[in-house]
């Protein structure tokens, strides 16, 4: 099938703990999306349910997706293809999204493509009007990943490092609930931290002190419980330690940020992913940008976090370049990033 600019695609989004559907159009760019989260139900039990996750996407996709139809004023048959997250992710939840994209692909008779989540997330700042240009280096801080990745062009990706336990997003999650904060964590966390000292008690920045450009965070998990055992009564202890928690995730992260830069001579950062959500995140890396003479771009907010648009996008572009799937449902809970094809390469897989 021969691919023309101006084709409309639908995006699904379910591999974690939000439902995301959006419909992007070549010509018109994002025409709407739809995003539903599940967090109030999960906060009950501290972290997100696996088994809930999937029965929740399952109650709430199809009525989301007649949302974002109506709100595009799209109907069905005017879908040119459908592109759904298919990993990494959790597989219950991925299979709902999964099955769904793949199915109205099918009765559409379109093409459906699988989409990398993490590819998703690198890919969205792409959807704003100040999309930055190739080449570039992305830091991805998710729930599930930190990376720092070379991007050459679409789908042309090198990871420079990675975390070797949890994830910054993950860090964060621990971390509050570790406060009695509640969940999820970053944002709540981000918001204790605003009445804290950062400097009232002392952090390490993990892996900081040897040259390389991998990441841990779990040593800071356990030193932030120390300290919690150990100051829990003191006036306004749990502000202070959420602020230095805070401020030693985002030196690591931007001293990690500044030796990418230097290693690969490159003149533009970008940042996405859940806990690029993070306002003194995004604060200190465009002040560090603007010192150092490299530009910094980060999604809107509620791009940051899981959605449909950032599937929809790299869908659109896969579908484009002539990449689609056989007619099965293809969800994979670990995909490694660099399994993915380039442009040039993509064909259907
Ligand atoms: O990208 P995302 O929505 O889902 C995954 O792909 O994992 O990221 C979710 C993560 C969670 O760990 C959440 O606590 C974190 O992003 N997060 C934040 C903020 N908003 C979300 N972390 C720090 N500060 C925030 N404002
Ligand atoms: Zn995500």
Request: proline share 6%.
């Given at each position: 099938m021969q691919w023309l600019k101006n084709v409309r695609v639908l995006g699904i989004e379910s591999s974690c703990d939000e439902t995301g559907v959006a419909i992007y159009d070549?010509?018109?760019?994002?025409?709407s999306h739809a995003l539903y989260s599940q967090a109030h139900i999960h906060a009950e039990y501290g972290g997100v349910v696996p088994e809930i996750a999937s029965r929740d996407h399952v109650r709430i996709l199809l009525p989301l997706l007649d949302e974002c139809l109506e709100t595009a004023d799209c109907s069905k048959s005017e879908l040119d293809g459908v592109a759904y997250a298919a990993g990494p992710g959790l597989i219950g939840a991925l299979l709902v999204g999964a099955s769904v994209g793949r199915s109205i692909a099918a009765s559409l008779g379109v093409p459906a493509v699988a989409v990398h989540h993490m590819e998703g997330h690198l890919l969205a700042p792409l959807l704003e009007a100040d999309a930055p240009d190739f080449p570039f280096v992305a830091l991805l801080v998710s729930g599930g990943h930190t990376m720092l990745v070379e991007v050459r062009?679409?789908?042309?990706y090198r990871v420079l490092g990675e975390t070797r336990d949890d994830a910054a997003g993950e860090a964060f999650d621990k971390t509050a609930k570790l406060l009695g904060?509640?969940?999820?964590?970053g944002p709540v966390l981000a918001n204790a931290a605003r009445g804290g000292d950062p400097h009232k008690f002392k952090f390490p920045r993990p892996m900081?002190?040897?040259?390389?450009?991998e990441f841990s965070f779990s040593g800071l998990k356990t030193h932030t419980r120390k300290l919690w055992r150990e100051?829990?009564?003191?006036?306004?202890a749990q502000a202070d330690i959420a602020a230095g928690f805070q401020q030693a995730v985002v030196d690591t992260l931007v001293i990690k940020c500044r030796r990418a830069m230097q290693q690969t001579r490159s003149g533009h950062l970008v940042i996405a992913g859940?806990?690029?959500?993070?306002i003194h995140l995004r604060e200190t890396l465009s002040r560090t940008g603007r010192k150092h003479g490299w530009g910094v771009s980060y999604p809107r907010i509620e791009f940051c976090t899981d959605n449909g648009a950032m599937i929809a996008f790299a869908g659109y572009h896969r579908l484009l370049a002539g990449q689609h799937e056989p007619e099965i449902i293809h969800a994979r809970p670990r995909w490694p990033m660099n399994e993915l094809s380039t442009m040039e390469t993509a064909g259907e897989s």
């Open positions: 070549g010509d018109l760019g994002l025409m062009s679409i789908g042309a904060l509640g969940y999820p964590g900081t002190d040897r040259p390389g450009l100051h829990a009564q003191e006036e306004n859940g806990v690029g959500a993070n």
